[in-house]
């Protein structure tokens, strides 16, 4: 006891005591703040990981109880900082108090109630001097490879053509009905000649029998004259016989030139087939185009947030030692170090909305930690919705192996798909109304390699072509078609294919949609192409009956009115031989035929 | 301000002319060694503070020798690393070493940090052959420059008035009693 009380002298304990003092205090100033310590550390450190606000209404923690409760923390979204991603009423955590003497933080057992997402927030949730990433939540894969997009814009390219075929007027290109106008044009032109050159003969032989009797009163005066006046007479009956045969030979002309107008017929209807042929559309290429610009959002997110969780949880293994400044700390037993923090199991509780529709959630999130690679059990969340909306998501991040390994599964029941509009094209769009649907989501991202498809099946669907703000009536046909064989489609399937790595990722899209529509648009073409054939050649048809009809009459009248035209030319003839003879002194030239001008 | 400023010149002085021993001089010139050496940040460093600061050694010689060593230390990190990766890698000690670390508060210590125990291992073999060679000397040369010292004017205006008790009677210059 002596020897006790000698090691005593040894110390000061005036020194000792308050300070001992102090240190109590400090432990009771530890025990009292440390809710406060825990508000500024997840602030501190959640802040900058997830790139937004975060708000905490109240913390209570207490290190001699290795409990942590907090209540009222809000999220906020970095992309919408007026929304938060995620809102918790109350978050209580069991700690491992052995472990918190070990530097590490381990939650026994922890639960999260009131989960809530997507909630509006009163202040705005954006950081003020964060610096942005392209690693954003959810944001857009930039190397994304969208197998649709080519196949897309081959659609589109299909279908301006086809739409162009039945918005142009092929007609303004025929041949028959020009062909027609000018043979009437043509013909009513020679027999206005023919008339003309009747009317000269006729003045011709009015002039010579005027001269001719002028001449007879004084024969010997004009003896001249009316030696030469025969010959003059031959000239008139040569002009005459030749306006005759012309005259003769033009019925004949006209129905050679009629097989002219056949020839243009046959050129027209060549034509025509040449203009509204379409060629067959890849069903692949259709697809793209109706469903690619739909799908190709969501998939790039789907990718953005995978890319989000891999830098979440790092792929990279981290050295067994872990490297200060001064020296190496040396780790034993363990090949490498454990977590810092882990949480080994935390119940979730709470509500959202899943497509528009409200749906209880809960699960459980077992082995989370900041430092996967330090722990020997892979991240896993199971979450169960219920309600309106059955859904199961089954999530793994596994980086216990030399190999890092995420997968999701999703199965949902019942989803309450709106009104779509697909396509959206000048040509073809169609508009999808709004019914259930089901959606299978499996992917695997097994060290940078993606993997996995996410399907969606809509029953009781209601496909109908959407009719454009300005619709052309040679379209319509064939937008009535299309409805026609869109009206027989049940259900619609369509599945998105992952392939590449995370950050090039590729997508091949498949569904029913695009054979149905190639099918719907192929018997619809037809159709239309048909009727349209028939409609514009029966235009052009009506068109050519009518300049025929016109030229046919036209050419009756004309040849009704140079009939007795050329009658009257003989008699008249025939009137100055006589005057000239005084009888018949000319009969040796003959006569025309009567029934020659018939 | 000014105390505060002069407070390690102060503190020099009273290495010499502080009523302590020889000996208890030179284990705060030896316990300030190790100190100096260790990094800081680990319960080593502190249970060294504690030592210095608790027990009945001179304070003022032990943190002047921290700070002189603390110097040295830095200049020592690659031997004192190679010292401790040796000494943690004694096979024999494994799982001496695993149990001290997997004890409450066992990463705390920071002995598995090869500065840290490298230079805890040569602060601890050189602390007996300081603790020798510095009390050689202070029995040697104390008392003449502790002399020397209370003659000047300087270190009475250093020490101050507040010290005039304790040295008063030395100084002839204590209240009366």
Redesign the interface.
């Known amino acids: 006891m002596k020897r006790l009380f000698g090691l005593a002298?040894?110390?000061?304990w005036g020194?000792?005591a308050p300070?001992l003092g102090v240190v109590l205090a400090g432990l009771c100033v530890i025990e009292l703040g440390a809710g406060w310590v825990v508000k500024q550390a997840i602030r501190a450190a959640g802040e900058p990981a997830v790139g937004a606000r975060i708000n905490l209404a109240k913390s209570r923690a207490t290190v001699l109880g290795s409990r942590i409760e907090l209540a009222g923390l809000q999220v906020a979204n970095p992309d919408a900082p007026m929304t938060n991603l995620v809102e918790a009423d109350a978050i209580d955590l069991d700690l491992d108090g052995?472990l918190l003497?070990?530097?590490?933080a381990v939650i026994k057992r922890g639960s999260v109630r009131g989960l809530r997402f997507g909630t509006a927030r009163v202040a705005s949730g954006e950081l003020p001097d964060l610096c942005t990433s392209d690693d954003t939540l959810g944001a857009t894969a930039p190397g994304a490879r969208w197998a649709a997009d080519a196949a897309g814009d081959k659609a589109k390219a299909w279908l301006e053509n086809l739409g162009q075929r039945f918005t142009a007027d092929p007609q303004e290109q025929f041949q028959a009905p020009q062909v027609a106008r000018d043979l009437r044009d043509k013909w009513l032109g020679e027999y206005d000649q023919l008339e003309a050159l009747a009317d000269q003969i006729k003045a011709d032989s009015k002039r010579l029998t005027d001269q001719v009797a002028e001449a007879k009163k004084n024969p010997l005066r004009n003896a001249e004259f009316l030696r030469g006046v025969p010959s003059e007479i031959t000239a008139l009956r040569e002009k005459f016989r030749e306006l005759y045969a012309r005259a003769d030979a033009l019925p004949g002309l006209i129905e050679a030139d009629r097989e002219r107008v056949a020839a243009a017929r046959r050129h027209d209807e060549q034509l025509l087939r040449e203009s509204l042929a379409v060629s067959e559309i890849d069903t692949a290429s259709l697809t793209a185009y109706l469903i690619g610009e739909e799908v190709a959002g969501p998939m790039n997110q789907l990718v953005g947030w995978l890319r989000w969780a891999r830098r979440m949880a790092p792929a990279k293994i981290d050295a067994g030692q872990a490297t200060?400044s001064?020296?190496?700390?040396?780790?034993?037993?363990d090949a490498k170090p454990p977590p810092n923090l882990l949480v080994k199991t935390l119940d979730l509780s709470g509500t959202a909305r899943l497509a528009g529709r409200p749906v209880e959630l809960s699960g459980v999130l077992t082995d989370f930690t900041p430092q996967p690679t330090r722990h020997d059990q892979p991240l896993r969340l199971a979450l169960n919705a219920t309600g309106a909306l059955p859904l199961r998501v089954r999530a793994t991040i596994d980086r216990t192996g030399a190999t890092p390994r995420d997968e999701l599964l999703a199965d949902c029941q019942g989803i309450a798909l709106p009104e779509m509009k697909l396509g959206g094209g000048r040509w073809l769009g169609l508009t999808v109304g709004a019914g259930p649907a089901t959606l299978n989501v499996s992917l695997l991202l097994e060290g940078d390699t993606l993997s996995g498809d996410v399907q969606l099946v809509q029953q009781q669907v209601r496909v109908q072509p959407t009719r454009p703000a300005n619709p052309s009536s040679r379209a319509a046909p064939l937008r009535e078609a299309l409805a026609g064989s869109l009206r027989r489609l049940p259900t619609i399937a369509t599945r998105v294919d992952l392939g590449g790595t995370l950050d090039n990722p590729d997508f091949k899209l498949w569904s029913n949609l695009g054979p149905a529509v190639a099918q719907a648009m192929e018997s619809a073409v037809r159709d239309a192409v048909n009727q349209q054939s028939e409609r514009l050649l029966a235009a052009s048809q009506q068109e050519v009956d009518k300049q025929l009809a016109g030229l046919t009459a036209e050419v009756t009248a004309a040849r009704s009115k140079l009939q007795p035209l050329l009658g009257g030319l003989d008699e008249s003839i025939e009137q100055v031989a006589t005057q000239l003879t005084g009888g018949n002194p000319f009969s040796k030239l003959g006569r025309m035929p009567a029934g020659l001008l018939k | 301000m000014l105390s505060l400023l002069l407070r390690p010149l102060r503190n020099a002085a009273l290495v010499l002319l502080a009523n302590d021993s020889s000996r208890q001089i030179a284990a705060g010139v030896a316990i300030g060694m190790v100190l100096g050496l260790v990094p800081k940040g680990n319960l080593i460093a502190v249970a060294l503070g504690v030592a210095l600061f608790g027990l009945k050694v001179n304070r003022s010689a032990g943190l002047l020798s921290a700070a002189a060593f603390s110097w040295m230390g830095a200049a020592t990190d690659g031997f004192t690393h190679n010292l401790g990766a040796k000494a943690l890698a004694v096979d024999g000690m494994q799982s001496t070493y695993a149990w001290l670390y997997e004890l409450p508060l066992g990463p705390w210590i920071g002995f598995n940090n090869t500065v840290v125990l490298g230079s805890l291992l040569l602060g601890l073999y050189a602390s007996y052959p300081c603790y020798l060679a510095a009390k050689l000397l202070l029995d040697r040369f104390q008392t003449p420059i502790a002399a020397w010292l209370k003659r000047r004017r300087v270190t009475r205006w250093l020490l101050g008035a507040d010290l005039t008790t304790r040295f008063g009677t030395p100084l002839g210059i204590g209240v009366g009693s």
Do not use: N
């Open positions: 002298g040894v110390f000061r020194y000792l300070r052995a003497l070990r530097k590490r200060r001064r020296g190496v700390d040396v780790l034993f037993g």
